[in-house]
């Protein structure tokens, strides 16, 4: 157990990187037309009546200003299948769109193809969170489909495994396998 004080910023990284999250593609489409999207751990639900998620982005993005100008953006859920857009949109780039399969959504925001669950939000509220600003959405249109979801924890990306079952029930399922963990990319 480690108990420096959180002033120590690693430490604090450390241990919320205790705290295993999904990994999210978010998108916009800027005033000028330009298409934005970066990798998002923070984005989490918040409400179902009305129907609100969240995320933060770092008020030192470059895709900051067309975010907040912007009035919709879409969170696309990457499945283990979609790893590497993990990087891809991680790294700032001109065009980050140029080679990945997409279409245009609600508010012109791009739909990363093959997602395995996708928000559409008009921006319900941004709120100050220290050096982030935080978008809340509206979802308009939510749609998902089968497939494993990336997990990123600890500065690794999992593959998820279903959590071991009483013998008596398992006897009848197949094998599960422990969280593989590729320990490449992304801190
Ligand atoms: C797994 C992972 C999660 C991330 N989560 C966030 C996040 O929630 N908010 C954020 O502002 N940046 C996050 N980042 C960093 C951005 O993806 C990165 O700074 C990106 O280049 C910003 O896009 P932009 O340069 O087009 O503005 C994350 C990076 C990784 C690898």
Known sequence: MSFKTVEDPMHLRQALGRFATGVTVVTTRGPDGKLEGLTANSFSSVSLDPPLVLWSLQKRAPSLESFRSSGS????????????????????????????????????????????????????????????????????????????PLI??????????????????????TAVQPAAIQRECCS
């Not at 299948?81 to 980050?96: G, L, R, V, Y």
């Not at 990123?152 to 399922?173: I, M, Y």
Request: with cysteine; proline share 5%.
């Open 73 to 148: 953006f879409a969170v696309n859920v990457l499945g283990t299948h979609q790893h590497s857009h993990c990087k891809h949109f991680a790294t700032p780039a001109q065009d980050k769109f140029a080679d990945i399969a997409h279409e245009i959504g609600f508010g012109g925001c791009p739909l990363l193809t093959d997602s395995i669950a996708t928000f559409e939000c008009s921006t319900h509220s941004v709120v100050e969170g220290g050096d982030h600003l935080i978008f809340i959405g509206r979802v308009e249109r939510a749609v998902y489909a089968d497939g494993e």
């Open 152 to 173: 990123f924890s600890a500065g690794s990306f999992c593959v998820p495994a279903l959590f071991p079952k009483p013998e008596s029930v398992r006897e009848a399922s």
